[in-house]
Structure formats: structure tokens, C-alpha cells
């Protein structure tokens, strides 16, 4: 179907007084036709108007001619949070110590420094780096990699993502051989964050082999994720998913949840942010997917 608009005359009252009106006005439509109220909505949100208290639309008529105002609005968007919360006391891996929260100022305490009715709470954590669903940076794995602070934004924020869905353990080099990952985000989805905080979430957890890792280097990934609880084999000492991933600048993310919400559909960037702390090589992040709905 060729570019398709409607023009209408239109009427609009507000709910804190006046209106505005006009006649043989014209608005994009993705189909043949319209009703009054689709048309209605177009039209405010075309205006950006608020306050209306009502729209009266007629005399409309469909005429195929080039679309005026095309990428010119936000496209609908659904945001998922692909991240574990952080609570106190909680095991993301075996045998490294849960985050402690505490209060530096309670809120009790602080009153003293403040006008009457004014309160504040000043917070502090110790916790492993490991902590949640955290980001890898090279310099986690070789002393002379990029540290957080270092990690290029461009691989962090609103980068293109795909998700690949694999229910083996050992994730081979065929799982991705139907992707294009140069500079996207691969995020695999094994499920596996069902188990998180749960004495099975280590034991036979999904992990991907040095020739799928080698794959991922060759495609040119920008980022590379995982919902289990280690993108290597913890039996495997030389670690070759982190050393050929981090070794070819690329972040590896850990831990991930919710990708469920998000496989299979083409439309998704993806932002994780991490402290820029200097001299550290991992800490938990905000991982958001975005899906652009059309």
C-alpha cells in the first residue's frame, strides 16, 4: 500500500477553557482508514495537546500522497528490566559473601542536623563486586584492560541486542551460526535465572564453549550476556569464554534475568551502566532493554 492520509475538518475543547479548530486538515495513517476516535487520538497527540475535553472530527476523505512527518515522533516503546535486585544479605554466587546494607545517617539520627519535619538517609553497602547481575570489563580479566571507567559508551548504551534461546548446557559454536552479531549485543537465554539464590543456580549451570566464544569474537559483537550463573564452565580453570571475550575488548555481562519478555523480537536495544569506578573490572549494572514497538 502507497503512503496513505486523511484530511478532516475538526473541532477540539479544553478542559480549562477555549478551543481551537480546523478545516481541511491532514494527518499520516499506516492503513486505509480511520475511525473517529483513532482519528481523534491522532490528532492530540499530533498537536501535543493537553486538557482536552473533547473532539469533534468530519468530513474526512483518504488521499494517497507522501507521508509529511516521517520518524519526526517517539516511536511506543516497552521498557524490561533485565536485572536481580540487590537486597541485603543475598548469594548471587557460591562462596562469595552477600552484600551488607546498613545505615551511615538513619533517618532518626539525622533530624537533629535539620529543620523540624526535615529527614534524610545516607546508606552504605559492602559487597564483592560479584554482586547481582554485573558487567565484566577487560581489565576483570588482564591487569591491562579497560577498567569500568574506561568502557566505551558505545558499548553500554542503546546498542542493537539480540537474543539467542538455548536449553543446552554446553552452548555451542552452532547456536550463533544463524546470527549477524557484529555490533549488536548477544544475550543468551538459557532460563537458568530460575534458580538464582538457590543451591542449584552454580551446580550445572549453561555456559558457552571456546569455539562459540571464538565465534562471537570473529562476529564482531559489541556485548555479550547471559541469564547463568557463569558465561564459562567453572570446571574449565582457563576460563576461555571470559579470556577470549575480555581479551577482544568485549564486556561480558552475568547473571541476567527476564529475557523471556525479550527473545524473538527484533526491535530491542539494550543499556547497561555500570559505576565508572577506576581500577575496578566488574560491578552490578542497571541492564534495560528497550523494545521499540511498531
Not at 476523505?61 to 516497552?78: G, L, M, W
Not at 537458568?192 to 564453549?209: A, K, S, V
Request: proline residues 5%; aromatic residues 6%.
Amino acid at each position: 500500500m502507497s503512503d496513505r492520509r486523511v484530511q478532516f475538518d475538526f473541532k477540539i475543547s479544553f478542559a480549562n477553557g477555549g478551543g481551537i479548530q480546523g478545516q481541511k486538515f491532514r494527518l499520516d495513517i499506516d492503513k486505509d482508514s480511520v475511525d473517529d476516535l483513532e482519528l481523534a487520538e491522532l490528532l492530540v497527540a499530533d498537536l501535543r495537546l493537553l486538557m482536552v475535553e473533547s473532539v469533534e472530527v468530519k468530513n474526512q476523505t483518504y488521499v494517497d500522497e507522501p507521508h509529511k512527518k516521517r520518524s519526526t515522533t517517539a516511536s511506543p516503546e516497552i521498557l524490561v528490566d533485565l536485572s536481580h535486585p540487590i537486597r541485603n544479605g543475598m548469594i548471587t554466587y557460591p562462596g562469595l559473601p552477600g552484600p551488607v546494607i546498613t545505615d551511615h545517617l538513619s533517618r532518626e539520627a539525622s533530624r537533629e542536623h535539620y529543620a523540624e519535619g526535615v529527614q534524610f538517609q545516607i546508606g552504605t553497602i559492602e559487597m564483592v563486586a560479584n554482586t547481582g547481575t554485573y558487567v565484566d570489563a577487560p581489565s576483570h580479566r588482564y591487569a591491562e584492560g579497560v577498567d569500568l571507567a574506561g568502557l566505551p559508551l558505545d558499548r553500554l548504551v542503546n546498542v542493537p541486542a539480540v537474543v539467542v534461546a538455548c536449553r543446552e548446557k554446553t552452548i555451542g559454536v552452532g547456536a550463533f551460526s544463524d546470527i549477524d552479531a557484529r555490533g549488536k549485543a548477544v544475550l543468551i537465554h538459557t532460563g537458568w535465572d530460575r534458580h538464582f539464590e538457590t543451591e542449584r543456580y552454580l551446580g550445572g549451570h549453561p555456559y558457552i564453549t571456546e569455539e562459540a566464544a571464538r565465534r562471537l569474537v570473529d562476529g564482531e559483537a559489541l556485548l555479550v550476556g547471559i541469564d547463568s550463573a557463569n558465561i564459562d564452565d567453572t570446571e574449565d580453570r582457563a576460563r576461555p569464554a571470559h579470556s577470549l571475550l575480555l581479551g577482544a575488548g568485549i564486556p561480558v555481562v552475568e547473571h541476567l534475568t527476564n529475557l523471556d519478555k525479550i527473545v524473538g523480537n527484533d526491535l530491542v536495544e539494550l543499556t547497561i551502566l555500570p559505576a565508572p569506578v577506576v581500577g575496578m573490572g566488574t560491578f552490578p549494572v542497571r541492564a534495560v532493554a528497550r523494545i521499540r514497538m511498531v
